[in-house]
């Protein structure tokens, strides 16, 4: 069976993702600079060291293994809303060596978790795919387009290993809900809010349709070789009022206001270019709320099914 490393494997992602690997039977590393549940699991081995501490990861990785999946370095749960210089700097150190060091330790593999936020911002209300071009314009985004481009260098370099990247969408879960909650929470006024009945719809990413895609991958029939560029989230966005619903039934919700849309989005045109929505990963952009843009998974289906949605999620 496969041996497979994944970085940030005690934050939200990397505790399912490993969790989801041991049961089909992989061996897996897991790096993080704290502690997990998964650790003493069969199969499993867990190194405690910070995702820019070089020598340790290497050291980690010349044990030998087959797959790459790096999510350190990513949002979810364990990750600060606004984004400062040292997460930029250390992210940016540590594509100089981690994907070379991958290909050193023999790695088929590299599965990047990028962000939908490395595209330009939306102009239309096509569906984005990956052939759409890329500008992104939030720190984050930039973050990880650079981290897509030190990947693409270095699958480059070499003709034994695969660089997959996964353009994914917010990350939810039932327990874990403040992506959702962002779209309909203003946190200067500290109220929910909604507009009309709530029917404008954001895209998200189930956390375990990532899990069965990169297992999907993981899983390819000799000869399928899945590489390049994925959109990976639910099929359908998520409307504002399924966003209440939900958070009313499994979170504590409070009042829920409707506001003018018109007078809202004329205020966050003009402050779009302000430091708050560069820094701020789960920044609302309300001058587009109401404008239904999506990401198109077609590609990512070829993989998976993307079966969870938020009415089934766990």
Known sequence: MKTVFVTGASGLMGVELCDALLAKGFEVIGVDNTPNTNID????????????????VTQAMSRGIDVLIHLAC???NDFPNDLTPAEEKK????????????????VNDMILISTHQVYAPAKTREPIRETMGEKPVT???KLKFDSEKALSKAVKSTASAKGIIARICPIYTKSYAPNLHAKIYDPKDGCSYIYGYGDYGYSFCCLYN?????????????????QGVYNVCDTKPILAKEIVDFERQYHKLGAVIQ??????????????GSKI???????NDVSIACSNISYDNTKAQRISTFRWKLSNTK
């Open 210 to 226: 990532l899990i069965d895609f990169i297992i999907g991958i993981l899983n390819a029939a000799p000869g399928i070789n899945y």
């Open 41 to 56: 699991k069969p199969n499993y081995t867990f190194v405690q060291a910070a995702i820019d501490d070089k020598d340790a």
């Open 139 to 141: 720190i984050y985004g």
């Open 91 to 106: 992210s940016a150190f540590v594509d100089k060596y981690l994907y070379k060091a991958a290909i050193n330790a023999g």
């Open 259 to 272: 506001r003018n849309y018109g007078a809202d989005a004329v205020k966050s045109a003009m402050s779009f």
């Open 74 to 76: 990513t949002v979810d």
């Open 277 to 283: 929505a560069k820094t701020d990963y789960r920044y």
